[in-house]
């Protein structure tokens, strides 16, 4: 009734080790290492160009001033209410 799957594979080879530098960089050789890979991504970023950043910066600030503009409103209600209460 049902059919065993027929392996095709090629038998396995012997795999030797190979015997690794156990050693540790040193601390210098670390460093460097960081550096250079951090040099090689920021390579890889696109910068923004000037009227991008320029406009971005814009809109962040409006945002932040239209956000502590609301944020004083709620705070000035919630004085009234707490002296309407209190009072």
Partial sequence: MAEEKKSNAAPTKAVTAVKKDDAKPTFFQRVGKWF????????KVVWPTRKALTQ????????????????????????????????
């Fill in 36 to 43: 250079r890979e951090m040099k090689s991504e920021l390579k």
């Fill in 56 to 87: 971005n910066s814009l809109i962040s600030l409006g945002v932040m001033l239209v956000s502590a503009v609301v944020l004083w409103g709620f705070d000035k209600l919630a004085e009234m209410l707490v002296r309407a209460l209190l009072g």
